[in-house]
């Protein structure tokens, strides 16, 4: 096989057979395929895009590169999460132990957060002493014994969609579809979970800006992960606004910590209930029920009985986190200055711009510019307006942490009209768009 004629082929829109989307992975992961031909075949792909049989076959090669990971000694059927990447989405943190409390075993690997949006590690290293850089001796051990284990992604999973997604982020082929699709499901497949939900966020703060983007990239990768004989199902949801009202690192623990105790915004909590229950589903819970809402409330009583925050309490021990932090969260980072934003005029909050909250909690250092920047626990925004709040002129909008005073200047240029007003009632924004279900693919 040459890949010069896999190159010539897909350019001229004929789809490429299984021992060809092999040829091109194994060989591109080992080296013996050069970057030039590889970009060359991914701006192909680009233009031409890929079947759904290519799409996944094209994911089982790049899952298949490296280690699959084998949760069976921990349970018989595993549940997983993902989230596209969104603005305050701590969700990863509060579902997981709420999950677990259910008594089903969850074993997650995780990332750090890039660019944009935060990483779930990121978030939990503000605890002090937190470790997620663990063995996979180590990730089993604590599975087992705790009954929940989040760590960081093994370097050894799924090696194939680094190398391609490097070349992608400088040849301009990150936005194609089934490129998108196929790298996220990748990791979830070599992750090991029988049953996975995805979060699939639509705005201004995510990679999908409209629902109808998130839908098909939703609906791209319930197929893969059916065809690869997963259960799953994907959730549309908004991301126009922040989730919740805090975003930055510690400022993040401790809404997820608030949320777990049944006290958190409405907007988290009823985002984590509903991801929950549809995760309880797939493991088997609640699945002779038509409808979620008897485990929605199960969830809801989870979260209120203290239940879920038990188990939160867990995995930090088990990691080595300090406890101390999550029962007295005025010990977590705090940052050395706080600048109260204000509402220059009255009437209704008619946005508060994910993006732009976004950029200036990078600003501030709470997120990475490149991977091997530090990043600062303490700092972050909390917001105190939703969209759709009536306001009146003077009122709190945002509280900006920050510790260094050049950065905050910067964090409040970009927030300068990141909030909206209206004379008229605005109404508030859905928290979600719909679902994609698997067993309808
Ligand atoms: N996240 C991924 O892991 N891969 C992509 O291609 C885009 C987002």
């Not at 049989?53 to 069976?72: F, K, P, R």
């Not at 409808?291 to 209120?304: F, G, I, K, P």
Request: charged residues 25%; glycine residues 10%.
């Amino acid at each position: 096989m040459r890949m010069i004629d896999l190159i010539e082929k897909k350019r001229d829109g004929q789809p490429l057979s299984n021992s060809e989307i092999r040829f091109f992975i194994n060989g591109f992961t080992a080296g013996d395929i050069p970057d030039y031909q590889a970009s060359a075949l991914l701006m192909a792909i680009f233009f031409q895009g890929m079947s759904r049989a290519e799409t996944v076959n094209l994911t089982m090669a790049m899952a298949e590169s490296g280690d699959m990971l084998d949760l069976s000694d921990i349970t018989d059927y595993a549940v997983d999460k993902h989230s596209s990447g969104g603005v305050g989405d701590k969700t990863s943190l509060i579902v997981l132990p709420l999950v677990a409390s259910f008594g089903v075993p969850i074993a997650k690997m995780s990332g750090r957060g890039l660019g944009f949006t935060g990483g779930t590690l990121d978030k939990l290293e503000s605890i002090s002493g937190y470790d997620a850089n663990l063995s996979e001796t180590e990730f089993r051990r604590i599975a087992r014994e705790t009954g929940i284990v989040l760590a960081g992604q093994s370097k050894s999973m799924a090696p194939a969609d680094g190398k391609i997604y490097a070349l992608r982020d400088v040849t301009g082929t990150v936005a194609s579809l089934p490129l998108i699709a196929s790298s996220i499901m990748s990791k979830k497949l070599a992750a090991g979970a029988g049953g996975i939900v995805l979060d699939v966020k639509a705005g201004n703060g995510s990679f999908m800006k409209t629902p109808g983007e998130a839908r098909a990239l939703a609906t791209a990768m319930v197929r893969i992960g059916v065809d690869a004989g997963r259960d799953m199902v994907a959730l549309l949801s908004d991301m126009n606004q922040p989730l919740g009202a805090a975003v930055g690192n510690a400022l993040e623990v401790s809404e997820a910590v608030k949320t777990l105790k049944g006290k958190g915004p409405e907007d988290i909590h009823d985002h984590c209930v509903e991801i929950a229950a549809h995760m309880l589903r797939l493991a088997g819970r609640g699945e002779s029920r038509t409808d979620l809402t008897e485990t929605r409330h199960e969830v809801d009583r989870a979260l209120r009985s203290g239940d879920a925050f038990e188990y939160f309490g867990r995995m930090v021990a088990a990691h080595g986190g300090d406890l101390r932090q999550v029962e007295d969260l005025s010990r977590l980072p705090q940052a050395r200055l706080r600048y109260n934003l204000l509402a220059r005029d009255g009437g209704f909050v008619a946005a508060v711009e994910a993006d732009k909250v976004a950029w200036a909690a990078l600003a501030l250092g709470a997120g990475r510019s490149s991977k091997e920047d530090a990043i600062d626990h303490a700092v972050g925004i909390e917001i105190h307006a939703n969209v759709g709040d009536p306001v009146s002129a003077g009122e709190l909008l945002m509280t900006v942490h920050a510790n260094d005073d050049g950065r905050l200047q910067a964090a409040l240029e970009l927030l300068a009209d990141a909030v909206k007003h209206s004379a008229e009632p605005v109404p508030r924004l859905p928290l979600f768009h719909g679902v994609v279900e698997g067993r309808d693919m």
